[in-house]
C-alpha cells in the first residue's frame, strides 16, 4: 500500500504542517469517517462541525480553521486546491502497458511517437499522427488523418472521426465520440438532403472529455474547444460550436449548432443553449437553464423551476397558462381605481 | 415456432383458467389486435373498450372484468405483473454460446465462473473476477480488478473501469459505461486542476440498467446502486450518488454528484437531481422535474410546464418575467382598497 | 486539391451562372471570409451585410439579392438547398476499403450483398443479411437476424440488437445502440419484474441517426422509424414509438414509449415526450419543450422559460411558487370592487 508522510504531503502543497511530520497517510477519507492513516480535507462549511471530533491522521485546512482542529494539520490558502494536489498521489488507476497490443489494427502510415500504448482492438487508420506518451484503450477507433499531440489519455470504445485535431494532455472517457457529422440538413421537395459536413474539430491543450459525450465536426469551419476546457459525461456539442478556454460543462449539457460559450464560463448540468447564440466570458449558468438569447454581460444566470408537491404544482401550472388572463384583469382593476380615484379627486374639487 | 397451452400459462402465473385448457398460444399480441393464436392482457383502462369483440386465443384478466371477457381467459390479481412473467416464456432472444469467444483478449490472472460467455473483440484485464453463468458480449472492455458476480449479463460495447463491483444477476445494455472519472475538478490560479476520483462503483444484484447509460466512480469513497434499481437508457450518475433498492428511473435522467436516492423511488424521464441533494424513501418525481433542494416527505413531486402554442407561451413567458412587478402591483392595489375602506369605515363612524 | 468550374456547380443546382463560367472554385467558405477560391451561400439573412464586400470566387444567391453581388453568381431559387448539393461535391470523407477486414468476425450464415464493407473488429452474427454496397466500420456488433438494406452506411462502435430491421439508405454514426430492450417493469410483492422486450425495431428507407442516439426494441410491436426521419446526436427513443416520415429531431431530445410522432414535424433540441401521446403531422416544437399531452392540431408549440439574471429569477420562481395565492387575491379584489361598484350604483338609485 502507497503511504507518504505528513511532511511530504505538506511539501507536495506549499502547506505549513503542525504536529508530526513523519506520521504515514495512506489515504483520503471524509472528515468524518477518516481514522487515523488518513488525511481529509475541510473546504465544505457544512463539514465544520466535525472538525471537534475528527479521528484524521491530519487535516488539510485554511488558517481560520486551524487554531480548532485537534490533529495533526497542514495549512494551506485553499484546501480544495490541496486536495486535487494530494488526491493524484493516491490514485492507484493501473497504469497501461507501453506497448501496441498486437490485436490492435494499425494502419502502416501511422506516425507514432515514443512510449505509446494501444490497447487491444484499437483501430488506428491511414495518416494518423500519434504524439508522444499517449495512452489509448481497447475498442478504439481513430480514422484517417486524425492528430494526437504528447501526453494524450484516451480510454475505452472512443470514436473519433477522420481530420479531427486533438492538443497535448486531452483525456477523453469512453464512449466519447468526436467529429460525427453536424446535423445539417436542407428541405427540397418534402425530403430531406444532407448538408456534407466539410469542417472538423479542434480540440486545444489540456481539455477533459466525459464518457459518452459527443462533439460534432464542423459544417465548413472546424468545431473548437479551447485550452482547459472541461466537459462532464454526456454533453452534446453541435457543429461549429466555439467553447473558450477553461470553461467548465456539467453533465447532460446540450449546446446547439454554432453557438459560442466564452472563456471561464461554468455552465450547470442539463443547461439548454440554443444555436447561433453567443454567451460572453466568466458567465456563469445554474443548472436546468434554458438559454434562448445571447448573454453579453458577465454574471450568474438561471431558470427553470424547482420540483414540488404534484397536486400543488397542477393549480400553479393551470394559473400560469392562463396568466395572460390575469394580469389584464389585474391591469383593468387598476384602471379602474384609478378612474375611481380621480374621481374622488374630482369630486372634492 | 413455441408455443404454450392455457393450463400451462395459468400456472405459471397461478391464474384460475376458464375455457379450453389445452388451446396452442403462440405469442402476446395487444387486445384489439389479438388473433385466436394470441394471448392478451387487460390492464390498461384505456384498453376495456376493445374487449367485448377481441378475438384473442385468451385474456389475462382481474375478476372483475372477466365476467364480460367473451373468450377464453385466465384470472389474475394483478394482469400486468402476470404480463411480465408470460412474457418471458415467448421472448427469442438467441442464447449466446457458452464460450470464450477466439478474438477475446483475456488477461492470464482472470478468474472465470463456470458456463460463462464472453464475446468476439472483447478485453478482460488483469485480477478481473467473473462469477458462473456470466454473458458478456462483443467489443466489451472490463478494465483491471473489476468484480462481476453470477448471471450478469453484459451485451455489447460496454466499458467498465478498473475495480468497479457488480452484483449477481445485473444486466447491462450495450453502450453503458461504468466506473468513469467523477467531474472534479479545483480553480488554481486560473486553471482547473483534476480532482483523482480514487472511489469505485459498486452495483449490488438484480440491477438493470440501458443503453449509453453512465454512471461515474466515486471522488473518495464508491457510487452505489442498491439492489433491484432499474435504470433505462442515457441516464448519467454522478460521482458519490447512492440510489436505494428498487428504486426506477426513466430515460434521460441526470443525477448530480453526492445526490442521495431513496429506496422504491420512482423517477421519470428527463428528470434532473442536482448535487448534495437527498431524496426520501417513495417519492415519485414526474417526467421533466427538475429538483434543487432536498425532498423530505415521501409522495409525487413536478415541476415545468407543459407546452402550448408557441405565439400564446411567448406572451405568457414574458408576463412570467415580468411577474415580480405584476405581483408588486396587485399588492399596492390591495393596500390601497384596504386603506380606502377602512377610510370609509371611518367616514361611517 | 479537388476543384469545379462555376458552370459545372451551376448545372449541379439547374442553377443560372453569371461571370466567368470556367473559374476553379476549391471549396466552400462564409460569405465574410471567403476567398477566390471559394464559393458562399447567401441564405442567412444577418449574412446579407457582408454582400458587398465579399471576396468569393463566387455567390450562390436567389433572384432578388443577385443584382447587388460584386462577384460572380449563381442564381437559385434557394440557395440553402444548392448548399446541400454543392457541400457533397467537397466531401472529402476517406472512402473505406470495399472489403471485410480480416479481424471482423463474420458468420457463416451471413448473406453479404456486392460491393460490401466491414471494418476491423466488427462482428456480424448468424442469420444476418447484408444489402449491397453496405458500409459498416471498425467495432460494430450486428447481432442475430439483423437486416440491413442497400447502401446503409454504418460508421463506427455501433450496437444492434438481433432481428432489428434497417432499410435503405440508412446512415447511423457510432456509438448508436439500435433495439435495446424497451423500458418494462412490473412491480410484484416490492419487486420489479422484468417485461421481456419481444418486439424489434423497423427503420424505413433514408433515415439518418446522429451519434450515441439510442433506439428501443418494441414491447410486443415494433418501434417504427419511417422513410426519410432525421436523428440528431443523443437522442433517446422508447420502446413502441412511431415517428413519421421526413420528422426532424434535434439533439437530446428524449420520447418516451407509445408515443406517436407525425410526419414532417420540426422537433427541437432537448425537447421531451411523455409516453403514450400522439403528435400529429406538421408539428413544429421549439427547444426545450416538454409535451406532457397530445398534440392534434399542427402548428408551433413551445414551453419553457428563457433564463435570466439568476437574483431576479430567484425572486420570480419564488413568486411562480405563490402564484395560486396571488391570484385567489386577485380574484378577491376583483369581487370586492365588483361589489362597491354595486353598493355604489345601488346607492346612486
Not at 480544495?80 to 490485436?103: E, G, W
Not at 480514422?143 to 492538443?167: A, K, P, Q
Request: aromatic share 6%.
Amino acid at each position: 500500500m502507497v503511504s507518504f508522510s505528513l511532511r511530504h504531503l505538506s511539501d507536495l502543497v506549499n502547506g505549513e504542517w503542525s504536529g508530526e511530520p513523519d506520521i504515514k497517510i495512506e489515504g483520503i477519507a471524509p472528515l468524518d469517517r477518516a481514522n487515523d492513516k488518513k488525511i481529509t480535507f475541510l473546504f465544505d462549511p457544512r463539514y465544520i462541525k466535525y472538525l471537534a471530533d475528527t479521528k484524521a491522521a491530519a487535516v488539510v485546512i485554511n488558517k481560520e480553521h486551524a487554531a480548532s482542529c485537534p490533529v495533526n494539520f497542514i495549512v494551506v490558502s485553499d484546501p480544495y486546491v490541496a486536495y486535487a494536489i494530494i488526491s493524484k498521489s493516491f490514485d492507484n488507476t493501473p497504469i497501461s502497458a507501453r506497448n501496441v497490443h498486437p490485436s490492435a489494427v494499425i494502419d502502416d502510415s501511422v506516425k507514432l511517437g515514443e512510449n505509446v500504448s494501444i490497447g487491444p482492438n484499437t483501430s488506428v487508420y491511414s495518416g494518423v499522427t500519434i504524439g508522444d506518451n499517449v495512452v489509448i484503450g481497447a475498442n478504439c477507433v481513430i480514422r484517417e488523418n486524425v492528430t494526437l499531440g504528447d501526453s494524450c489519455c484516451l480510454h475505452d470504445s472512443i470514436s473519433i472521426y477522420h481530420s479531427c485535431v486533438l492538443g497535448n494532455n486531452v483525456s477523453v472517457h469512453s464512449g466519447v465520440v468526436i467529429g460525427a457529422d453536424g446535423f445539417g440538413i436542407a428541405k427540397s421537395e418534402g425530403r430531406w438532403l444532407k448538408i456534407s459536413q466539410l469542417g472538423s474539430v479542434t480540440i486545444h491543450d489540456d481539455v477533459e472529455i466525459g464518457a459518452n459525450t459527443t462533439i460534432d465536426r464542423g459544417a465548413i469551419d472546424d468545431t473548437v474547444i479551447h485550452q482547459g476546457v472541461k466537459l462532464d459525461n454526456q454533453i452534446q456539442i453541435g457543429h461549429n460550436v466555439s467553447i473558450g478556454s477553461n470553461t467548465a460543462i456539467a453533465g447532460c449539457t446540450g449546446i446547439a449548432g454554432s453557438a459560442k460559450i466564452g472563456k471561464d464560463c461554468l455552465i450547470g448540468g442539463r443547461v439548454g443553449i440554443s444555436g447561433h447564440n453567443t454567451i460572453t466570458d466568466n458567465v456563469t449558468l445554474i443548472a436546468f437553464a434554458g438559454v434562448r438569447g445571447s448573454i453579453k454581460k458577465p454574471g450568474v444566470y438561471s431558470g427553470g423551476i424547482g420540483c414540488m408537491e404534484h397536486k400543488k404544482w397542477n393549480k400553479i401550472e393551470a394559473r400560469i397558462k392562463r396568466l395572460d388572463s390575469y394580469i389584464k384583469k389585474l391591469k383593468k382593476l387598476e384602471q379602474k381605481i384609478q378612474v375611481e380615484e380621480e374621481n374622488d379627486t374630482n369630486d372634492a374639487d
